[in-house]
């Protein structure tokens, strides 16, 4: 079974510096999707970025962005220039890419505070 | 921009009712899931259901849920006879039926049970 760990429970940053956020995986799979969901106070699962396991290049969306070690299988997410508003709970999630509509695998999420 | 909702925003039942909560996923996607968050926990799938049949379950997903798409555009998970360990935020998600598929989730309903 595919596992999701984030080892971070908490992070912090002063706003307008970078953070990363750290997330490592476990499959024997060669083909999924890697994401990273925000979940603000409101609750709601907000979709950041997502990466093909099959492409090399490091995703990337506007101030965020990733760093994918198929090897290593790690997942890091980036924030450049942190905004009072990019403060949540941070989840990696991982999909296997064999078919559509597979479940996502959550990590245990990483509470981010910014600092102004 | 098309977006994933979910009714009631907070449902709150004593142990033992039975509750209906609502999704309408976004309008051209065909596969739907439910998640739970207890809190301070991840988040777990449930359930994910494509062409009016589940495609996978979860081992929590036992008897007491169930799913169904009543009509074109609502998506429910039914939970026959409520225990106080599910109160918990669930969360419906919907996605295309395209290999590159990604899961949209909509606001969540937190379930309270007294």
């Known amino acids: 079974a595919q596992t999701v760990t984030q080892s971070q429970p908490e992070m912090s940053v002063q706003e307008a510096e970078t953070v990363t956020l750290s997330c490592t995986y476990d499959?024997?799979?060669?083909?999924?999707?890697l994401f990273w969901y925000k979940q603000p106070p409101s609750r709601q699962m907000i979709l950041v970025i997502r990466q093909e396991a099959y492409k090399q290049q490091n995703a990337t969306e506007n101030r965020f962005s990733v760093n994918f070690q198929k090897a290593a299988k790690s997942f890091s997410l980036k924030i450049s220039d942190s905004q009072l508003g990019d403060a949540a709970m941070y989840f990696c999630?991982?999909?296997?890419?064999?078919?559509?509509?597979?479940?996502?695998?959550f990590g245990e999420g990483t509470q981010l505070t910014v600092n102004p | 921009e098309p977006e994933v909702t979910q009714t009631p925003s907070h449902q709150v039942t004593q142990m033992g009712q039975e509750v209906i909560l609502r999704c309408v996923p976004i309008?051209?996607?065909?596969?739907f899931y439910w998640y739970r968050q207890i809190l301070g926990q991840k988040v777990e799938f449930l359930v994910s259901f494509y062409n009016n049949e589940i495609s996978e379950k979860s081992e929590i997903f036992d008897d007491q849920f169930s799913v169904e798409r009543p009509d074109g555009s609502n998506f429910t998970l039914k939970i026959r006879s409520t225990k106080l360990e599910d109160s918990a935020m669930y969360f419906c998600?919907?996605?295309?039926?395209?290999?590159?598929?990604?899961?949209?989730f909509g606001p969540g309903t937190r379930l309270t049970v007294l």
């Open positions: 998600a919907s996605s295309e039926v395209v290999y590159t598929d990604t899961q949209y």
């Open positions: 999630a991982y999909r296997r890419g064999e078919t559509s509509g597979s479940r996502l695998t």
């Open positions: 309008s051209n996607h065909l596969y």
């Open positions: 499959t024997s799979e060669s083909d999924y999707y």
